[in-house]
């Protein structure tokens, strides 16, 4: 580290900010830090906390007719008011896939007709199957339990993009958090020093796992 570097560093001003900073920031990353770490040993040991066998509800409902409507030949479906009916009447959350849909027209007429449609979230998911004869709505929802609720958040899986943004703006918080550590460390240079030692421990022993107990 260069002389000016560690003037810098030792500066009254930037020690103090340094020192505040790395308090507040470490103590708003209290939760965020527990949740993650406690979450990698619920990640890393599925078959100890998650269920194999999910929760499985099934459900019927019937689809109001004017959902759909044929015009020149062709089955046209009101998506917005099918998903509002899905979320409110078939208490799905989520985030629904697109529609994937199968339609037989003829004469005007609809002689075979079928949606199909997933919504995902946090350890859960859903399958909607409507028939557009019939107008029968089933649902398949399957629940795979609070710890795998808590894993999904820790991967950002299915989470939506307003979570995805939480974890990169903690990711950085605790880059922040450890930089204002190594700053608050350098004006003192005994434990300098001996975090430099640890620092190096640590990185060689993490490469030495990987290169040769990781298959």
Known sequence: MSNTITTS???????????????Y??????????????????????????????????????????????????????????????????????????????????????????ISLDYKGPGYNSTVFIDLVSRQVEIETSHYGLIAVLNDLHKGRNSGQVWAWFIDISALLMVFFVVTGVCLLVPKKKSFRLGLKWTALGSIASLLIFFLAVP
């Open 9 to 23: 560093l030792k500066n009254k001003k930037v020690q103090l900010w340094a020192r505040r900073l790395h308090v």
């Open 25 to 114: 920031v470490s103590m708003s990353l209290l939760l965020v830090v527990l949740f993650f770490s406690l979450t990698g040993i619920t990640l890393n040991r599925p078959q100890l906390f998650v269920s194999e066998k999910p929760q499985i509800e099934n459900s019927e409902l019937i689809m109001p007719a004017h959902f759909f409507n044929i015009e020149e030949g062709r089955l046209n479906i009101e998506k917005p008011l099918l998903l509002d009916f899905l979320a409110t009447q078939g208490n799905l959350s989520g985030k629904p896939s697109e529609l994937q849909l199968f339609s037989d027209v003829q004469n005007g007429e609809l002689l075979e007709g079928e």
